[in-house]
């Protein structure tokens, strides 16, 4: 196991790391010096890793004990998958339950049905099994990508393309369980600094999230024609991503005129009562 720090906390975190460390030749801790962002990170975790499997593991998550059992056993009746997930459930910051137990499945024979099953899924939460079990001999070959331009320092979205060339190379198992077996933490009382920075300009927002998404494509066709080794499979699925592109832009908008339906009738109501 590899414990990745990077910044000064005010709590004892660095102590316990080290502490387990101690007690298991296995653990090993790293401090970086600076902050290199999320992409370097996820980066220098998989080449730094050793073994059979590999997994990210965010500091404020949860997981039942039999998680890593339950997705190793499933890898290992599949010698030709890539990854494995599972059922999981979203807890807020004190730990509560949120409601819904969420589950996907986007197994397949072919690259191709995969890929479909992945980029048709309408749920915002189909990347979350990046936080899966991978074969290491797949996810080392996983590229990350940055945004362009105003989306450079905005981590949203960006999973889609190193997700679909794990999809594109290799199978993708449901590890059956009638519980959760991974806790997803969602910090309900706070925004990310990227949203924020752009929450005032709407029309800003929006112009960078057709960009972001045009970027995705591009992106993901890339990775998806990586995967497969397939110039076919590439083909087939660029209209899948196409459609899918259109489909997230259009819900933006939408999105982003009832908000301003909804502020407008707001100053009417403000100009009203005066």
């Known amino acids: 196991m590899l414990i990745l720090g990077q910044l000064p906390r005010a709590d004892n975190s660095r102590e316990i790391c080290w502490r387990y460390v101690s007690k298991d030749s296995r653990v090993r801790y790293v401090r970086q010096e600076r902050n290199f962002g999320p992409h370097a990170n996820f980066r220098y975790l998989i080449d730094q890793a050793q073994g059979k499997y590999f997994m990210w593991a965010a500091s404020d998550d949860r997981w039942d004990p039999e998680f890593i059992e339950r997705l190793v056993g499933s890898l290992e009746q599949e010698p030709e998958a890539a990854v494995a997930f599972c059922p999981y459930v979203e807890i807020d910051e004190q730990g509560g339950l949120l409601p819904g137990m969420h589950s996907f499945d986007f197994g397949g024979a072919s690259a191709l049905t995969r890929i479909t099953k992945f980029h048709l899924e309408p749920s915002g939460r189909r990347d979350a099994f990046f936080y899966g079990l991978f074969r290491m001999s797949t996810v080392v070959k996983m590229n990350f990508v940055k945004w362009w331009w105003i989306n450079k320092t905005i981590p ?46 709407p029309f800003v927002a929006y112009a960078a999230f057709h960009l972001r998404k045009i970027n995705q494509l591009y992106e993901t066709e890339k990775a998806v024609l990586k995967g497969s080794g397939s110039a076919l499979t590439g083909a087939l699925v660029f209209p899948i991503l196409v459609g899918r592109c259109l489909f997230d832009c259009l819900i933006e908008a939408r999105r982003i005129l009832l908000g301003a339906i909804r502020r407008l009738k707001s100053l009417m109501r403000g100009a009203v009562t005066r």
């Open 156 to 201: 949203m979205n960006n999973a889609y393309p190193p997700l679909s060339y794990i999809l594109a190379a290799g199978n993708y198992l449901l590890a059956a369980s009638d519980r959760p077996l991974w806790f997803n933490r969602v910090h309900l009382n706070s925004k990310p600094r990227h949203s924020a920075d752009l929450a005032s300009r």
